[in-house]
T-cell receptor, first 115, second 114 residues
Framework: NAGVMQNPRHLVRRRGQEARLRCSPM?????VYWYRQLPEEGLKFMVY????????ESGMPKERFSAEFPKEGPSILRIQQVVRGDSAAYFC?????????????FGPGTRLTVT | KQEVTQIPAALSVPEGENLVLNCSFT??????LQWFRQDPGKGLTSLLL?????REQTSGRLNASLDKSSGRSTLYIAASQPGDSATYLC?????????????FGEGTQLTVNP
């Protein structure tokens, strides 16, 4: 039973390029959360998605960032026109339900470096 | 707005020592609190999950306590080992009907010296 998968594990982009981060939830999980960990900081919530729906994007920067979780395939976090300040570790978590009863399971993260 | 604070930010102890990590949160209307371990360059490993109705949880050498009314939790590590060296994060989940995001503290970086 594979855990949460994220790829790539490391991603290097030049300023102005696009970054696409993928997250495959655990089998049977249809709820996905994205968190960002800036250098020397704790994890901060970004967005919560169910299949084909964005439920809560209150933690997403207003510009350049978008997320989706299609009916088929992984969840995608897209960052357009990356800047140095986007360099961080991006973690995905999945759960069976959005209710607080259900634990979130974390992936290994994608470490984005913007040069 | 829920804020989570962890003290100390860093801790260095000799092997074998018992130690306590502290976590405080501003909004006591939490559903549960979770302690994680994060190794450098790695993801998060869940250590202990305490429901708001519970006072403590134990797993091996780890014991986590929760005082919801005062907004505090502690993680007690007995007989520390060099392999315990990592960053320890606490996170709370609010009493929400949907979403229930985790709000994290900034972590305590623990070094256990042989």
């Amino acid at each position: 039973n594979a855990g949460v998968m994220q790829n790539p594990r490391h991603l290097v982009r030049r300023r102005g390029q696009e970054a696409r981060l993928r997250c495959s939830p655990m089998k049977g999980h249809s709820h996905v959360y994205w968190y960002r960990q800036l250098p020397e900081e704790g994890l901060k919530f970004m967005v919560y998605l169910q299949k084909e729906n964005i439920i809560d994007e209150s933690g997403m920067p207003k510009e350049r960032f978008s997320a989706e979780f299609p009916k088929e395939g992984p969840s995608i976090l897209r960052i357009q026109q990356v800047v140095r300040g986007d360099s961080a570790a991006y973690f995905c978590a999945s759960s069976h339900s959005g209710a607080p009863t259900y634990e979130q399971y974390f992936g290994p993260g994608t470490r984005l470096t913007v040069t | 707005k829920q804020e989570v604070t962890q003290i100390p930010a860093a801790l260095s102890v000799p092997e074998g020592e018992n130690l306590v990590l502290n976590c405080s949160f501003t909004d006591s209307a939490i559903y549960n609190l979770q302690w994680f371990r994060q190794d450098p360059g790695k993801g998060l490993t869940s250590l202990l999950l305490i429901q708001s109705s519970q006072r403590e949880q134990t797993s091996g050498r780890l014991n986590a306590s929760l005082d919801k009314s005062s907004g505090r939790s502690t993680l007690y590590i007995a007989a520390s080992q060099p392999g315990d060296s990592a960053t320890y994060l606490c996170a709370v989940r609010l009493e929400e009907t949907s979403g229930s995001r985790l709000t994290f503290g900034e972590g305590t970086q623990l070094t256990v010296n042989p």
